[in-house]
């Protein structure tokens, strides 16, 4: 049999009853032909070109262009950081730039790695699981703190992850937290992590924040005084979303009102925005630190579960939230989709547990895990600083 190969063409629309295209490299062949994933030609939508560096984000960045090229004496890069700070920017450049480079790879998320092991178990597919996975010359993994309590997933990855670096190829992967602050994670997987390039990427300060703002509104044909751009790069102080966001909104604002774009437009249009981040840390800070941490999505905090796993996540979130933000128990309280008596109560009974140096313990699939509160509030305190 000959071999067959589809590429796909990223100008083409796709058929109408056909899911969107995840960028990732697919491997499609007859049999005895699986020996190498096909090209993927379907470009990301960010590129390592259009990424802005500052002093929070250079040797991410530096890194990644590093590994997305060939060069550096490491064959694996984890970037780390809270939600909205560039992580996934840096990933889709590497995968792009390889692209560029004719490289096979494949980007998906942990949620996506995990769905596919998981049909591959149920319809009996390994053999093109592993073949789709690890023939490639570049992995890259976003959100891979989703494999935390998923035993099967993270035993399979780890073969995978083996079998990637034995053959010199590469891998890149992001978490919201540190490898080690990853909650039910295993440790060979863990050991593995960090025997590689393992970089932070911070929240940008004010000069990143500024040339952010800048090229957004030369993105948006805007033309913000530069008045305007410095007053909301110096009090928004969050995710580069909320920074963008911030900018949209006020630009909607101007032109609905037929208003031109000032400093006290933007400082009424922005004063929700703006109050949420007098703080040192924004509360999608904590959720994605303590969510991390559960193998768990904000989301999860959000919602009406009230397994001990999650209510125990849910009332950390709100005491962090208390003690690391500026937020009051209102705001807190909208915030997670919960009434404000409930936040209040959280808070008190973590207060009590540190009070009385209690242990706190949760069910997940790798087995019941114990910790003094404590402990767990400095682990996770340790993820913020």
């Known amino acids: 049999t000959g071999e067959v190969s589809i590429y796909v063409d990223s100008s083409a629309a796709p058929p109408a009853n056909k899911s969107r295209l995840d960028g990732q490299a697919r491997l499609v062949s007859a049999a005895g032909a699986a ?19 500052g002093e929070s984000n250079k040797l991410a960045y530096s890194a990644a262009c590093a590994i997305a090229d060939g060069e550096g004496p490491f064959s694996h890069l984890f970037v780390h950081g809270p939600c909205g700070v560039g992580k996934t920017h840096l990933l889709q450049g590497v995968c792009n730039r390889a692209s560029a480079r004719r490289l096979a790879w494949r980007y998906v998320t942990g949620e996506q790695f995990t769905n596919e092991f998981i049909a591959s178990v149920r319809s009996r597919g390994g053999d093109e699981f592993r073949n789709r996975y690890r ?17 099967a997933t993270q035993d399979e990855f780890l073969h995978t992850f083996n079998a990637i670096q034995s053959a010199g190829k590469r891998i890149v992967l992001a978490s919201d937290a540190h490898p080690r602050l990853v909650g039910d994670m295993n440790e060979q997987l863990v ?24 090229r957004r509104a030369a993105a948006m044909k805007i033309a913000p005084s530069p008045d305007v751009l410095a007053y909301i790069a110096s009090n928004v102080r969050g995710s580069v979303r909320e920074l963008e966001g911030s900018l949209l909104k006020l630009a909607a604002v101007a032109s609905l009102g037929d208003a031109p774009m000032t400093v006290k437009l933007a400082s009424e249009a922005l004063a ?16 994605s630190a303590v969510g991390a941490f559960f193998g768990i999505t904000p989301a999860d905090l959000h919602s009406s579960r009230r397994t001990r796993l999650v209510s125990l996540a849910r009332m950390l979130a709100a005491f962090l939230a208390r003690r690391r933000t500026s937020m009051s128990f209102p705001e807190i309280a909208r915030h997670m989709g919960k009434n404000h008596s409930s936040i209040i109560l959280a808070v008190q009974k973590m207060e009590q547990l540190l009070a009385r140096n209690e242990e706190v313990s949760w069910s997940t699939p790798m087995g019941v895990k114990r910790m003094r509160a404590g402990q767990l509030v400095e682990l996770l305190g340790a993820q913020l600083d």
């Open 191 to 214: 050991s593995r992590f960090i025997a590689g390039m393992v970089v932070k990427v911070e929240t940008p300060d004010n000069n990143l924040r500024l040339e952010i703002l800048r």
């Open 35 to 53: 020996s190498r994933p096909a090209h993927c030609h379907a470009a990301l939508r960010y590129r390592l070109d259009d990424f802005v560096v």
């Open 135 to 151: 023939r490639l010359d570049l992995l890259v993994i976003d959100d891979v703190h989703f494999l935390a309590s998923k035993k």
């Open 272 to 287: 929700d925005s703006i109050s949420r981040n007098t703080g040192t840390h924004s509360l999608d800070d904590v959720e």
